[in-house]
């Protein structure tokens, strides 16, 4: 039991951390790859789903949904199977395959209402405004956003969710207070979500074009 409870701790670690920082991610992965001995069933299947996110990160897209999808069709627990739901559907949004991004979509919300974790719903809010803004359908990734905004999330799921209403607003070329974009940048940065805070640095800078475009 202590064997796999430390595994467990391990696994929780390197998942928080997945995409604040990708080269620490990847070696917790790998350690955690030379103890899978001490690890239950269901630990293992976690572990399946970060080597998914970590194929992702790296622009793997097919084999992080190759190794997604079949942990969707093997994992007994509904919070992995929807986080793998998502991550197909995520990935899938990536390699602008829609019709397989939205059908594992309609899955993890088939599957929303058994997730306990507000966090791991909030989830499901974040691709879904992902794969709307991938689809131009900027209306409703705005909507989504908002609902995110709304709910109350915790600050990793905020920072997420005020890049996509970001994105939102500049593909609706409506006119942004630059607050909205300095906020953004602010909670990313002390998320340590430093990547995230820069797509939106880009935005801004997108923006400010766009500002002066409007004012001529």
Partial sequence: VHASQRF?????????????????????IDTLETLRNEATPRQL??????????????????EAI?????????????????????????????????????????????????????????????????????????ELGLRYSEQMLASNPDGRSRCFAKQLHAESMLGLKRKQDISIFNTAISDCTTEGEILIANVVRGYLAQHLVELGSYQE
């Fill in 45 to 62: 299947q976690h572990l399946e789903l970060l080597k998914a996110y970590r194929q992702g990160f790296s622009g793997r897209y097919a």
């Fill in 66 to 138: 190759r190794i997604a999808s079949d942990l969707f069709d093997s994992a007994e627990d509904p919070t992995l199977e929807f986080r793998a739901a998502l991550l197909v559907a995520n990935s899938a949004a990536a390699t602008r395959d829609f019709s397989l991004g939205l059908r594992y979509l309609e899955h993890a919300v088939r599957l929303e209402e058994r997730i306990d974790d507000p966090k791991i719903r909030h989830l499901g809010f974040i691709v879904i405004a992902v794969l709307y803004n991938q689809l131009g359908q900027y």
């Fill in 8 to 28: 467990g701790d391990m696994l929780e670690q390197a998942d928080a951390i997945r995409s604040s920082d990708p080269a620490r991610f990847a070696n917790s």
